[in-house]
């Protein structure tokens, strides 16, 4: 009898314990991802390039064209290469145009009489004419040109290549009496239509800066850029994860095991900067214990974004990326059920979510989800506490036998 009462004490004392307790410890980080696309910051140095001087006046002589590149694997320049070119179209005997980069600054010069052109071209070779760049600048919404001289007003016209037939253009006047570093920008929604569907930010193949020269207006030029590049402006975050709607979710003492609960992801792009196709990893690593039942359903955003089934399933790890393009100021809200296979008492399962942003430093949002508590014993627990039951009883049988005959 009182074996009996001490295991029905156990089993109710075991019965109180049979939790779960889904409680997210919830980083919010809505996250603005650090640094810019760079196109050139002109810390790699190219020698001075000079067309001219004149042999005689231009014209009735020849126009002199010239080029030159540099290349760099350390980041500083977009696609590795830079290429400039400088055309001398009318000068007088001796005159011309120079341009460098030396000490961080891109540097041009006009002699008096002198016209032509000037032309950067970043085209992911040493070849002006490819479209090999392969660039996502849609981290942001605008170029900055950082112009540290500009000594007079000049039309500068930025070209945006997604290829040969699809491009677009903005000229920009620049003031003169520039003499310390001040900002030019060059948004990319008031760029103008070349041809075709004109070029696609998200997949840039060649970036042109030209600028003309009149001896007229623009006697003696000279002028010196500092850097150029696209500010990061993305802000991308992970707002929440649950389980059946629930940030914490309490089961019952008499739950049954296996059993699926339905977990719910919330993402949000509250930056200005469109995010492609697939530029988005969306990566839950479950716990041993948990297990992906699927399929994924997106509950509400861009139609198709997430989509069934997950881009990969291996052992723990499941992993989405979005399948179509994921605008500024959208937010993407998909499910999919996951199992509980089993709890032992005060078992902790743990979950996370790393939300990943291609290309960018620091651009993970993470969730994580603890699993204190245990549930109705498995098989497994049972014999175990049959077989402590069985060892009990037989002692207690000796014991009496034993004390019988004393």
């Known amino acids: 009898m009182k074996v009996s009462n001490g295991f029905a004490l156990l089993r109710k004392r075991l019965a109180r314990s049979v939790w779960i307790s889904l409680v997210p410890v919830l980083l919010l980080l809505s996250f603005q991802v650090a640094g810019a696309v760079v196109i050139d910051d002109f810390s790699t140095t190219q020698p001075l390039l000079t067309a001219g001087p004149a042999p005689g006046n231009i014209p009735p002589g020849p126009a002199i064209s010239v080029s030159s590149s540099a290349s760099s694997a350390g980041g500083d320049i977009i696609g590795g290469d830079r290429i400039m070119a400088l055309d001398l179209t009318k000068a007088n005997l001796g005159e011309g145009v120079t341009a460098r980069v030396l000490g961080g600054d891109f540097s041009n010069s006009f002699d008096t009489t002198s016209e032509g052109h000037v032309h950067l071209v970043y085209s992911g070779t040493t070849n002006p004419n490819d479209f ?45 009496g520039i003499v310390s570093d001040t900002v ?72 049954v095991f296996p059993k699926v609960i339905l977990a719910e992801v919330s993402i949000s792009n509250t930056g200005i900067g469109t995010i492609p196709a697939g530029g988005v990893t969306i990566t839950d690593t479950l716990d041993v214990g948990l297990t992906y039942v699927g399929p994924t359903t997106e509950i509400s955003g861009p139609a198709g974004l997430i989509v069934d089934p997950p881009d990969s399933v291996a052992g723990q790890v499941v992993t989405w990326t979005n399948k179509v393009a994921f605008p500024p100021g959208t937010t993407v809200v998909f499910q999919y059920p996951v199992r509980i296979n089993a709890l032992a008492p005060n078992e902790t399962l743990k979950n996370a979510v790393v939300v990943e942003v291609s290309g960018l430093p620091d651009s993970n949002c993470a969730a994580r989800v603890t699993i204190p508590g245990g549930g109705v014993p498995s098989m497994n627990e049972w014999g175990m506490l049959l077989a402590v039951l069985a060892v009990s009883l037989v002692g207690i049988y000796l014991y009496r036998r034993r004390s019988a005959r004393a």
């Not at 900055?144 to 000229?171: K, P």
């Not at 975050?237 to 309490?250: A, H, I, N, Q, V």
Request: aromatic share 12%; glycine share 8%; proline share 3%.
């Open 184 to 255: 030019v920008e060059y948004a990319f929604a008031d760029f103008i239509i070349g041809a075709g569907a004109g070029a696609d930010f998200c997949n840039v193949g060649r970036i042109h800066l030209h600028w003309d020269t009149d001896a007229d207006n623009q006697p003696a030029l000279d002028m010196s850029i500092r850097q150029i590049d696209v500010p990061n402006e993305l802000a991308f975050g992970c707002d929440y994860k649950t389980f059946d709607g629930k940030s914490s979710l309490t089961l019952s003492p008499g739950t």
């Open 132 to 176: 090999a760049l392969g660039a996502n600048l849609c981290v942001g919404s605008k170029f900055v040109v950082t112009f540290a001289t500009n000594d007079h007003a000049v039309n500068y016209t930025m070209f945006v290549y997604t290829d040969a037939t699809n491009w677009s253009y903005l000229t920009k006047l620049v003031p003169a």
